[in-house]
């Protein structure tokens, strides 16, 4: 299938913006095979995407501008259950270490996630992923986690994998069994670890669920030690590692990440500056999610400053979650990494285009618009690539193409 759109402004994320006005674009079997002004569309190219054939199709855009399909690198969008009884709670005065106490926090989403079929898991998972879509997402990371056993674990990537085959939509699987400590190991993290690498890990990556691996380097979390464990492990299975660090403490984790090529290091409030020239100095990604800061009211910013001048790719994510991120909005994701973080319109594009492409190892395929990566798009009624983080609650996504379709 050869697809023409014409009467379209570019957006190609390659230098800036890379704008190109009244433009045209190209696809062929679901890649990009021309793109540039449509005056300088060629004449024997025009007639083969105009012919009056099953192999050709030619649709006008309207004016509208057409960017990359939007990329969310960092979500736990397959979950079951609702924590907003503890939302209300926390907000009543209950400090969220006596609703853990009481059976609440992540464990409360992993017993609702292990009691869950696949298809409640799916049908759970369906709306978030569809809300996501809407706005323009063409690629879409999704974590594990909430099982804690290999069961449960292979249970949501099944579910996180449908997704592919149900939907427009590319969907690459995040093994992260180090998320928290199982009740039946409470006490025991040393020996749930071993649990994870040498039984979870393995299982999972024999039945090809694992893209892959992440963990949680925290106080309340894995120290790096133990971290360091579980990078060991996807390194043995030739996977990539990323890692949720810096979040509320500095546990060295993102310089940690670095030293083991990760792809991301992720929240980041309290990246040191050793960290940030770890991640420079090896091309890992910083990924910021601006919903978690928000929905936890933290004060701490992540170093904006510090990685920019040191030139650290910065991504942006919902961090879709069930306790400190409920989000499915992209658009409010870049609003927010502008009015919190003070990042520009253009890098909250650049965060969920480009950038987010590298933190999952994908840039070479999508992310940017130019001849040889998918043809993923997405199409806005916008007057400028900039009012995409600007409006907060709209949705002026008017189609989505994905590999060409």
């Known amino acids: 299938m050869l697809t023409l759109w014409t009467n379209v402004h570019l957006a190609t994320m390659q230098d800036g913006y890379g704008e190109i006005r009244d433009a045209a674009i190209v696809a062929k079997d679901g890649k990009i095979v021309w793109l540039g002004k449509r005056i300088d569309l060629p004449a024997d190219l025009l007639a083969e995407c105009q012919a009056n054939s099953q192999a050709s199709m030619s649709h006008d855009g309207q004016g509208c501008w057409l960017t990359p399909g939007l990329i969310d690198c960092h979500t736990h969008i397959v979950y079951a259950g609702n924590r907003s009884d503890e939302f209300e709670a926390r907000l009543n005065g209950v400090a969220y270490g006596d609703i853990a106490r009481q059976g609440g926090g992540i464990l409360s989403t992993v017993r609702a996630t292990r009691a869950a079929s696949p298809q409640q898991l799916m049908q759970a998972s369906l709306p978030r992923v569809r809300n996501l879509l809407k706005e323009g997402v063409t690629t879409l990371e999704i974590k594990s986690g909430y099982g804690l056993d290999v069961e449960t674990e292979a249970k949501m ?3 996180a ?15 992260l069994g180090a998320h928290a400590l199982p009740p039946e190991y409470a006490g025991r993290a040393d020996d749930y670890l071993d649990l994870v690498c040498e039984q979870m890990l393995p299982a999972l990556v024999a039945e090809g669920l694992v893209d892959a691996v992440d963990a949680f380097c925290e106080k309340i979390g894995f120290s790096p030690a133990q971290t360091e464990k579980v ?9 990539p590692v990323k890692l949720h660090a810096e979040q509320l403490s500095d546990q060295g984790g993102a310089a940690l990440t670095a030293r083991y090529q990760g792809l991301s290091a992720d929240h980041l ?11 420079a100095q090896h091309g890992t990604v910083a990924v910021l999610l601006p919903g978690a800061y928000y929905f936890l009211r933290e004060t701490k910013l992540p170093p904006i400053a510090g990685l920019r001048e040191a030139q650290v790719p910065i991504a ?4 879709c979650n069930p306790g400190t991120s409920p989000m499915t909005s992209l658009l409010l994701a870049m609003n927010m990494a502008c009015t919190l973080f003070r990042l520009t319109p253009l890098e909250a594009l650049e965060g969920v285009t480009k950038h987010a492409a590298r933190a999952l190892g994908l840039q070479d395929q999508i992310g940017t618009l130019e001849i040889g990566k998918a ?3 997405a199409l806005w009624a916008i007057d400028r690539p900039g009012d995409l983080a600007y409006a907060i609650g709209g949705n002026p996504c008017v189609g989505i193409v994905f590999a060409g379709e």
Do not use: C, W
């Open 269 to 279: 409030e309290y990246l040191s500056q050793e960290g940030i020239n770890a991640m």
């Open 375 to 377: 043809a993923d798009f």
């Open 316 to 319: 942006i994510s919902t961090d």
């Open 157 to 159: 990537l099944r579910v």
């Open 231 to 239: 990078f060991q492990a996807a390194q043995r299975h030739g996977l």
């Open 161 to 175: 994998r449908q997704f592919a085959q149900d939907f427009p939509v590319r969907i690459k699987t995040t093994f």
